[in-house]
């Protein structure tokens, strides 16, 4: 099995940042799975905000985050990051980090694991 652990979720104000962590630990984990952060606003469905393969790079960086929000990974730690910047009231949502052995399916509801999420609020 494979657990996810998100925090670093919090109240901030539009124009700051803030970095979202996600640890991930289990038997099965591998640092070659691919990690993914998704968010859901309330009455929203659940949305993709960007995936990074095992080598660290992103990939599939959702258009209304694009130049704001940096995804990374350390695998000696077994721990992906979200930099969050320039945040804005739309950008409040519970934070959810997924894992995938296959690259292809972290961007969807179907990714294999997920944490239980971190709640990013922005007032403006």
């Known amino acids: 099995q494979v657990q996810l652990v998100e925090s670093g979720g919090g109240l901030v104000q539009a124009g700051d940042s803030l970095r979202l962590s996600c640890a991930a630990s289990?038997?099965?984990?591998?640092?070659?799975?691919?990690m993914g952060w998704f968010r859901q606003a309330p009455g929203k469905e659940r949305e993709f905000v960007v995936g990074?393969?095992?080598?660290?790079?992103?990939?599939n960086v959702a258009d209304s985050v694009k130049g704001r929000f940096t995804a990374s990974r350390d695998n000696a730690k077994n721990t992906v990051y979200l930099e969050m910047h320039r945040l804005k009231a739309e950008d409040t949502a519970v934070y959810y980090c997924?894992?995938?052995?296959?690259?292809?399916?972290?961007?969807?509801?179907?990714?294999?694991?997920w944490g239980q999420g971190t709640q990013v609020t922005v007032s403006s």
């Open positions: 990074v393969i095992w080598t660290g790079m992103m990939f």
């Open positions: 289990g038997r099965t984990f591998s640092t070659t799975y691919a």
């Open positions: 997924a894992a995938d052995p296959d690259a292809a399916r972290i961007h969807s509801p179907q990714a294999a694991y």
